[in-house]
């Protein structure tokens, strides 16, 4: 429960700050995966897309699991969702530890750490954030707490390099396991009921009713689709792309460098994006990002790769990464208001997790029918042109009830 001795705006920080700190952990772990594929398969004797299987489970079960989860959130506040994800988290992480074939690893890796992560991560922990905060000030909080996911893959995927070089995957995942465990001490600063105060009060709706509500609505639909390609995207690159680089010569340590780049840079990307959301449309702003993406990709392949051209791709999609969050939550809120947040965004979520499904597991079955990632990179330009035209008709003004309210 929140302290009433904390005035309101101190409140907000405070929740605002365990979030970042949650989400850097939970996200800071899942983005070091893609590092464990070389060792994991050859010592479990597995394909790569056995593995890259065990991670679309994971992106499934993440989205699967996250619309009910978000309800909870909305009900019984933050907290409690929390403690229990980062739990069922480590319990992941050490079975994982365990595995000694492509099943254990599917239920570990798979099933345990996808139904975790939908307890640790951004949508349950922005619904707490999005209820401290004024609207006019939402996005530029969901940047923050999204640049913490970034901030955790800049300090979590090289302390994974260099564990698993040092002491291999079985150890490192012991130790990944201890760190997302203190995710359920930050639950604390999360904690409480969302019961009370004027803007919830304005809202006040039946979760059945905030489902049909945004059924009807075209724009949130848009709203899937864009998300999809996001997922994608972010899964295809963190799973595949140390392998990509490593098959190509330039070894797999630079798989660790360029994932930490990539944190490093949607720190301020993320920032950045969230802040552009308070003064900008947001439908807009992430057309743009989307539009972006592509043509960075198509960069990326056009030029010669090296050593430098990897990190300059890492730099510019890593600017690009998660910006699509406070963006996108902040466009659910802005239509329908904060009271259901968690779950209609989680519904959204689960449309990026499919997304991100497929991203993971499809590029393993092309690599492994072609020998190449070619043509799953073909998909990621295609998909984010068609994201970019997707956002341009949403009607992202918000319902009439709240404009009645």
């Known amino acids: ?36 594929l070389p060792q994991m398969s050859v010592d479990i004797g597995i394909s790569r897309s056995d593995f890259g299987l065990a991670m679309a489970l994971q992106n499934l079960l993440f989205g699967l699991v996250q619309p009910f989860v978000g309800a909870l959130a909305d009900k019984h506040g933050a907290g409690r969702v929390v403690l229990a994800g980062a739990l069922l988290y480590a319990l992941g992480l050490i079975g994982a530890a365990f595995a000694t074939d492509a099943i254990g690893l599917h239920i570990s890796f798979g099933i345990f750490i996808g139904m975790a992560q939908s307890a640790t991560t951004f949508v349950v922990v922005l619904g707490a954030v999005g209820r401290v905060v004024s609207p ?3 996005s530029t909080a969901f940047g923050i707490v999204t640049a913490g996911g970034s901030l955790g893959q800049f300090l979590v995927v090289p302390l994974a390099s260099i564990l698993l070089r040092d002491i291999g995957y079985h150890e490192t995942l012991w130790i990944m396991a201890g760190l997302v465990a203190l995710c359920g001490l930050l639950a604390i600063g999360v904690a409480g009921r969302p019961d009370g105060g004027a ?70 990307g993320s920032y950045i994006f969230g802040r552009a959301g308070d003064v900008m449309r947001q439908k807009y702003v992430l057309s743009a990002l989307y539009t972006a993406r592509s043509a960075v990709i198509a960069l990326f392949l056009f030029v010669p790769l090296s050593h430098a051209s990897a990190l300059a791709f890492a730099g510019a999609m890593g600017f690009l990464w998660l910006g699509t969050i406070p963006l996108t939550s902040g466009i659910v809120g802005r239509i329908f208001g904060v009271r259901h947040l968690s779950m209609l965004y989680g519904i959204v979520f689960l449309s990026h997790q499919i997304g991100s499904f497929f991203g993971a597991w499809m590029a393993g079955l092309i690599f492994d029918a072609t020998g190449s990632y070619n043509i799953a990179w073909g998909f990621a330009i295609a998909l984010g042109l068609f994201a970019g035209l997707v956002h341009l008709p949403i009607a992202d003004a918000p319902v009439k009830r709240l404009q009645a309210a």
């Open 136 to 138: 006019e000030k939402r």
């Open 1 to 36: 429960m929140s302290s009433p001795a904390l005035s309101p705006m101190k409140r907000s920080w405070v929740v605002i700050a365990c979030a970042a700190f949650i989400v850097t952990l939970a996200m800071g772990v899942r983005q070091s995966f893609g590092l464990f």
């Open 199 to 268: 803007t919830l009060a304005v809202e006040e709706q039946g979760a059945r009713e905030a489902l049909r509500e945004a059924a009807v609505h075209r724009g949130y639909w848009l709203l899937n689709a864009g998300f999809f390609v996001c997922g994608f995207h972010i899964a295809f690159i963190a799973t595949h792309l140390p392998a990509y680089l490593d098959d190509k010569g330039l070894g797999i340590e630079i798989g660790a460098q360029v994932l930490a780049l990539v944190g490093l840079f949607n720190i301020l």
